[in-house]
């Protein structure tokens, strides 16, 4: 099973909020992803890093930002929630290098902005 | 056009036949080419990848890859009630690229 965690695992929080999403890794990855994913529909990848300060926008356009200080660490900020922002956000890491890459995902966190 | 495109279902399947699901992509450079099943409300996990032209068996599952076509699919044989879930098809053009998702086939199998 894959070292991937994502916290919180549920939040419901009110319009204008900062909101600051977890997501950790033990496996040592170099590849960090955030995915949002409404229900039924696909995943949009909306940021990627290729590794500690190494950050870049996914395809999808969001007003979250993120940060990639440290290895193991991903955290997805929003600084003022809208009830758009209602959606699931799914961390993933994968190995940088030769071989394949397949991405391991975090449980999700499944946001409700009110 | 996407990137990575797919049927997206339902795919009606009864207990014990075979699903034959398909994903075409546009990027000739691609290269790595995976397979995820998601449940409803659960994170996607990978079912297998696919690196060279042919087929890939692992237990019930099959992949097939076609660059010349560019065209990857799956194949789930003796279809369990289990199976019903949604199948990502993921493209990534080189090793240690970003993974492009294709907007995912839902399957039922039915008992």
């Known amino acids: 099973e894959a070292d991937i965690y994502q916290t919180p695992r549920y939040l419901v929080i009110g319009t204008g909020k900062k909101i600051t999403l977890e997501c950790s890794q033990t496996m040592g990855h170099d590849k960090m992803y955030w995915y949002q994913q409404d229900p039924g529909m696909e995943l949009h990848l909306i940021h990627y890093s290729y590794g500690v300060n190494s950050t870049e926008k996914g395809d999808l356009s969001s007003e979250s930002t993120v940060s990639r200080i440290r290895t193991e660490h991903f955290p997805l900020t929003l600084e003022s929630a809208r009830p758009s922002h209602t959606s699931q956000y799914l961390c993933a890491s994968s190995e940088f290098g030769a071989g394949h890459t397949e991405a391991f995902f975090g449980q999700g966190t499944r946001l409700t902005v009110v | 056009q996407k990137e990575v495109e797919q049927n997206s279902g339902p795919l009606s399947v009864p207990e014990g036949a075979i699903a034959s699901l398909n994903c075409t992509y546009s990027?000739?450079?691609?290269?790595?080419f995976f397979w995820y099943r998601q449940y409803s409300g659960k994170s996607p996990e990978l079912i297998m990848f696919i690196y060279s032209n042919g087929d890939k068996e692992d237990g019930r599952f099959t992949a097939q890859l076609n660059k010349a076509s560019q065209y990857v699919s799956l194949l789930i044989r003796d279809s369990q009630p289990s199976d019903s879930a949604t199948y990502l098809c993921?493209?990534?053009?080189?090793?240690?690229?970003?993974?492009?998702f294709g907007g995912g086939t839902r399957v039922l199998v039915k008992p």
């Open positions: 990027d000739r450079g691609s290269q790595s």
């Open positions: 993921a493209v990534s053009k080189a090793a240690g690229n970003k993974l492009t």
